[in-house]
DNA sequence: CGACCCTACACGTATGTACGAGTTGAGGAG
DNA sequence: CTCCTCAACTCGTACATACGTGTAGGGTCG
């Protein structure tokens, strides 16, 4: 706390004082008196600098949280928010001509980008559609469709989880019920079972996270999701596959190009 | 409370009391037994129920807050947040056909779903940009760029902010400097001024809003933005306009459109 | 019968206290 | 010198208490 100097409270403002405490440390990570990974003054610090008890530290602390700017470690101190680097998916990343150089998108923009990428948890089932999947994939309430979810890892911190929906007439008994279902990933095994993929269409949410997405994705409070569905189409109108994706929204920048005619 | 009924505390556990009670609370609003809008029981109910003291009640509440499950209100209540009808915002929003009609395109879309659309803080100013407006419109640094800032609202209710970016030298001198920049907004005046604009840009973020944000767009806790750049670029590549808006994550959902060429 | 006020009741802010549990580093034992 | 223990420091959880401030409903007074 030597290094960091922070205002005194103000009195006269009725402002409430967590909320004044809470300024002052904003001020200071916004101003990079305090960067990235730096140990904010503990509690017990805060407390005789301001000279108030610890539920309106910790009320002040916990604005920063909630608002993503600090994380707390049990035994050793808040700390300024680390941001790691952000992935950007760009608007042609489901492209033919990525496929067709054998890579799943995912594998293929993370060596890229110089990073070590994994997936995990996947698991292959085959069950009845909800009535949102069966919608969007034309599909009558009692079809099956296979289900296809797993957990993607960039250096080991996973940054997203992906459920795929296909229709079970299609994909039975072909390699997307494999764990590994090959090179260009599934979109690739479609378009060989002569599915030629037309266009795709997205839908973005973002919102916080659900307990077990903050679990599976090991998000720090204060981060909120991308949630987003794609659909996929074939050239003959019909959808054959839709992506149910989950998104640490520090891990991502979606990027995506408009016409304007 | 007659009607909700929650389970009681399992002491053996070693999941923090707090941390259980927000789970049969966030459990009721799941399985419906607390439906949008409905009232949480008040602090001193749960308190009796659950025989602890304030502050465990209140860390639960806050806990479900900050998951955006809840809003308080002082005075009121504790209420589970309503969701306001969502703004599907189509890829094809900015194509030429709608500007042609005569409307901007916020302003035509509201309308069509039935809502009353308004726009206010209209500001118009000149000034050198900065460093990343300068690289996205190909400027030098002391260039000068106009920039439109304002605020969208439906039914009164602030859903978007959005700063407009266009270089001084193509907009000096034109309708694009009234804060009524007339029908079809101001790409269409940008295509009469001769720049045919041949695609846009959009990078999505999402994260937690900053303060100010928060109060403009009138942000429940636990909502958080997105934060959308759009690039406007013209026929010969060169960038016209950049767009940098803030949405409320609760009003908006995004779809686009994506080749699979 | 209407306007006002008062009173429960709700959440907001703040103090003080206590103990638990994870982390770290200094110092002592071997 | 190394390993281990332990103390000090950190945040986490929980209790009890007090008063402030906004809301809403009912009763009273004009």
């Known amino acids: 706390m030597a290094e960091l100097s922070l205002p005194d409270l103000d009195p006269t403002s009725d402002r409430a004082v967590f ?21 904010v003054p503990s509690e017990a610090r805060l407390m005789e600098h301001y000279g108030v008890a610890r539920m309106t530290i910790r009320n002040a602390l916990q604005v920063l949280q909630s608002e993503g700017l600090t994380v707390a470690e049990h035994g050793r101190g808040v700390f300024v928010r680390s941001h790691p680097p952000v992935r ?24 890229e980008a110089g990073g070590t990428p994994s997936v995990d948890s996947i698991k ?7 009535p949102d999947i069966a919608e969007r ?3 009558a309430a009692k079809d099956r469709v296979i289900v ?4 993607y890892l960039i250096n080991g911190q996973p940054v997203e989880t992906a459920v795929s929906y296909i229709p079970a007439e299609i994909a039975k008994g072909t390699p997307i ?11 690739a095994r479609l378009e060989e079972l002569g599915f030629q993929l037309d266009h795709f ?23 909120p999701v991308f949630h987003l569905v794609r659909t996929a189409y074939a050239g003959d109108g019909r959808a054959v596959e839709v992506c149910d994706t989950v998104m640490s929204s520090d891990a991502y920048m979606l990027t995506y190009e408009l016409p304007a005619r």
């Open 19 to 39: 909320r004044q405490i809470a300024d002052h440390l904003r001020d200071a990570i916004e101003r990079g008196a305090l960067a990235q990974g730096d140990k």
């Open 201 to 223: 269409i997205e839908e973005i949410k973002s919102r916080m996270p659900l307990r077990d997405e903050a679990k599976a994705l090991r998000l720090a409070p204060g981060v």
């Open 137 to 139: 994939l034309g599909l």
């Open 88 to 111: 950007r998916l760009a608007s042609d990343r489901f492209a033919r001509r990525h496929r067709e150089q054998g890579k799943a998108a995912f594998i293929a923009e993370t060596e």
């Open 124 to 130: 292959i089932t085959e069950a009845t559609p909800t």
């Open 177 to 187: 019920m494999q764990p590994d279902s090959g090179p260009g990933g599934i979109y």
């Open 148 to 151: 296809r979810s797993r957990r």
